[in-house]
């Protein structure tokens, strides 16, 4: 098969209802401080693994941990994974600092993210 390659699933999100207290188990978890800590997202690099939590799901509205795949070219994988039997459950949009990202459900309704740093 050929088509646009991924960088791997680097970056997952996970909905909290309580970012403060959940923080406090990632940093604990993971033995690292968060990189990024805003009230609408905290984030960890630990050991070039990205872990965010989102409060409430954020703007996805997430109700489960999502796996974000690092893509050259996300238009190009959008529609790899479209023509292949994926559904677009929310188009590619920056999220700022030129950061694209992207999700689809597979047949059974799984979500996956995609990610384009700039």
Not at 5 to 17: I, W
Not at 49 to 58: C, E, M
């Amino acid at each position: 098969m050929t088509g646009t390659s991924t960088h791997g699933g680097k970056t997952v999100l996970h909905p909290v209802s309580d970012l403060a207290a959940a923080k406090a188990v990632y940093a604990a978890l993971l033995g690292v401080p968060p990189q990024t800590d805003s009230p609408y997202y905290v984030g960890f690099d630990a050991a070039g693994q990205q872990i965010g939590l989102v409060p409430a799901g954020g703007p996805q509205g997430l109700t489960s941990p999502v796996t974000y795949w690092h893509v050259p070219d996300i238009e190009a994988k959008l529609a790899e994974v479209t023509a292949a039997g994926a559904t677009v459950q929310q188009a590619a949009h920056d999220v700022g600092g030129g950061r694209l990202v992207a999700t689809v459900t597979d047949l059974d309704g799984n979500v996956l993210g995609l990610l384009q740093d700039h």
